[in-house]
């Protein structure tokens, strides 16, 4: 078994939700962006999850991965996007937030859908999503695409 490393940021849990579950499926071991003393040399193969946020990824796991970028494009990679816009151009925001060695060397780049926790959001936030969701009332609604967190979970820790 290879050993994997579930890397994420998380504004409202949603993404750390996700990488738990993964890591459940999996075996692997799963570490906030934000944790000190992060590691990666023990681990062959690497997951990178984050939401969305103004159309950006999130801002942690945007600068974790490029300060290592050259490290983590030596491992296997999979990579994860949250966002509650049901229609987000995943491609176009991995390719446009990610350094491109990392981009190209993922094997795996899904969009798991996400969820608007409004209870966990500062005043701000709950703000911009009141007058966003306006606008939205015609999209689907956000949901977490089980049957994607599934697919990943088992492609992890093979060889
Ligand atoms: C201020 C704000 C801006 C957001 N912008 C986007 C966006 O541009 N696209 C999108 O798909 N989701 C957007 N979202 C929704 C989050 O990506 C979604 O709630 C996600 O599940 C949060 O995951 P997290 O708890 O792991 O950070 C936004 C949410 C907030 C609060």
């Known amino acids: 078994m290879m050993k994997t490393l579930i890397l994420y940021a998380s504004k409202t849990g949603v993404s750390a939700d996700i990488a738990k579950r993964l890591a459940e499926k999996s075996g692997a071991d799963t570490k906030d962006v934000r944790d000190a003393g992060i590691t990666l040399e023990p681990y062959e193969e690497v997951v990178l999850g984050g939401a969305v946020y103004a159309t950006r990824l999130i801002g942690p796991?945007?600068?974790?991965?490029?300060k290592h970028a050259?490290?983590?494009?030596?491992?296997k990679l999979h990579i994860?996007?949250?966002g509650a816009d049901m229609e987000t151009d995943l491609h176009a925001v991995v390719k446009k937030d990610f350094p491109n060695p990392i981009y190209k060397q993922a094997e795996n780049i899904v969009f798991v859908g996400g969820e608007l926790r409004i209870e966990k959001m500062g005043f701000f936030s709950r703000l911009i999503i009141k007058m966003v969701s306006k606008s939205q009332e015609d999209k689907e609604s956000p949901r977490i695409l089980d049957d994607v967190v599934e697919a990943l979970a088992v492609k992890l820790g093979k060889t």
């Open 61 to 66: 796991l945007r600068r974790f991965v490029k």
């Open 70 to 75: 050259e490290e983590l494009s030596q491992k």
């Open 80 to 82: 994860f996007v949250c």
